[in-house]
């Protein structure tokens, strides 16, 4: 069974960077899209990130764009997030997700069927 585990996750004051690293298990990760996603507590989970299976293909929420690196190394079955010029409005737990039934990228929640415990991240002003 496939599993994903995030790390990387802490509290950064506003203006700072974070990595965030997601590892999977499992002998398949080469071949579905990865994405992120972020929830804030009493809000719906929202998209973050997402990349192809081979990372040819990335997109970014217009909220993160421009200051969010998604990438992925198929040889160590890892998706990380680079987060720079952090806000406040970026605190959220962050969940990294697989599209296991797909190789292209989607910014679409649905489209997930494989996720990972969650890592908070917390920006103080």
């Known amino acids: 069974q496939v599993q994903l585990v995030e790390s990387g996750g802490r509290s950064v004051q506003a203006g700072g960077s974070l990595r965030l690293s997601c590892v999977a298990s499992?002998?398949?990760?080469?071949?579905?899209?990865m994405g992120w996603f972020r929830q804030i507590v009493g809000k719906e989970r929202e998209f973050v990130a997402t990349?192809?299976?081979?990372?040819?293909?990335?997109y970014y929420a217009d909220s993160v764009k421009g200051r969010f690196t998604i990438s992925r190394d198929n040889a160590k079955n890892t998706v990380s997030l680079q987060m720079n010029s952090l806000k406040p409005e970026d605190t959220a737990v962050y969940y990294c997700?697989?599209?296991?039934?797909?190789?292209?990228?989607?910014?679409?929640?649905?489209?997930?069927?494989?996720w990972g415990q969650g890592t908070q991240v917390t920006v103080s002003s």
């Open positions: 997700a697989g599209r296991t039934g797909s190789r292209l990228s989607s910014p679409k929640l649905p489209d997930y069927d494989l």
């Open positions: 499992g002998r398949t990760f080469s071949t579905y899209a």
């Open positions: 990349i192809s299976w081979n990372g040819g293909n990335t």
